[in-house]
């Protein structure tokens, strides 16, 4: 008996997504586990990817000079930060976002394209920042990212095998609250198997800290979803089979770190979410 097309459908785009996670999961990973300039490389790669679909969904992209002035800026910052000094990529990308966002009084594609400076360069710089913290930098964010695709994960199982009630459906209308405790149940186990393994032994911090960060990842997807809608723009691109853009793929991982990191700068971390000795706008030796 033929299966119906909306089932053979559902197994395509799932095939197609988990073929393109298997290929783009391993090079995330020998990227943080290298650290130093390849991490902070691909970081910006992924940034700028980013605020490149931010702009075309925000419909700033008539401004062409503008997005690849940010963009420039949003290179030089992200890798100062790796390669020089914290201050000066704070300089390199607080500064044109600042007169993006002034501009926008005047017109809304400056806002938009400063908007989309702070909302990828904050949680890249996150990321960087997060890594530099030796000795166990790596497993910070390997933490962070096991912590952001069990949530994943599990809300996309957990939601379509439970069903019910939906979590916000003037926004994303597949979403159930079933998917985001499924994701969140998910993240906790994560978490705590992360940090008994490779984070010291601390379990009860792995567990406690796996619950915000996993909110935070939902709440960034749940954002980007929100301005898609506001744009009637249904993927942020289609660089990814499967998923979308760059954008679709790293939402919640964007709000995620940049939680993450605000942990860190609070002292409420411990072990698992530290700074570099220096602080965390200072930089660090690649």
């Avoid at 909306?6 to 990973?29: D, F, H, K, Y």
């Avoid at 990321?127 to 599990?154: F, H, K, M, N, S």
């Avoid at 605000?262 to 965390?280: C, F, K, N, R, T």
Wanted: glycine fraction near 12%.
């Amino acid at each position: 008996m033929a299966s119906e097309p909306g089932v053979s459908a559902n197994r395509s785009e799932l095939r197609t997504r988990v073929i393109s996670a298997a290929i783009l999961a391993p090079i995330a990973l020998v990227a943080e586990l290298l650290g130093g300039l390849p991490f902070a490389a691909l970081v910006t790669i992924v940034a700028v990817a980013a605020f490149w679909e931010w702009t075309a969904i925000t419909r700033a992209d008539d401004f062409a000079w503008a997005r690849a002035l940010g963009a420039a800026c949003l290179v030089a910052g992200l890798l100062s930060l790796q390669l020089w000094s914290g201050y000066l990529a704070l300089a390199l990308i607080t500064v044109p976002a600042v007169l993006a966002l002034a501009g926008g009084l005047r017109l809304r594609a400056f806002l938009s394209i400063g908007l989309g400076l702070v909302y990828v360069a904050v949680p890249g710089a996150a990321l960087i920042v997060l890594r530099q913290a030796e000795p166990l930098g790596w497993a910070a964010i390997l933490y962070i990212l096991l912590i952001v695709w069990a949530t994943d994960i599990a809300a996309y199982f957990g939601g379509r095998a439970i069903g019910g009630p939906k979590l916000w459906p003037s926004v994303s209308p597949k979403k159930t609250w079933s998917g985001a405790l499924s994701g969140l149940a998910a993240a906790i186990a994560a978490g705590g198997a992360t940090a008994g393994l490779a984070l010291g032994g601390n379990v009860r911090a792995g567990l406690v800290l796996a619950v915000p960060l996993s909110v935070a990842a939902q709440a960034g997807d749940l954002f980007e979803s929100a301005v898609k809608r506001r744009f009637d723009v249904k993927d942020s691109g289609h660089v990814i089979p499967g998923h979308g853009g760059v954008l679709d793929r790293v939402d919640g991982l964007f709000a995620a770190a940049a939680l993450a990191w605000l942990i860190a700068l609070g002292g409420l971390g411990g072990d698992i979410l530290a700074l570099p000795g220096d602080g965390a706008v200072v930089g660090a030796a690649p």
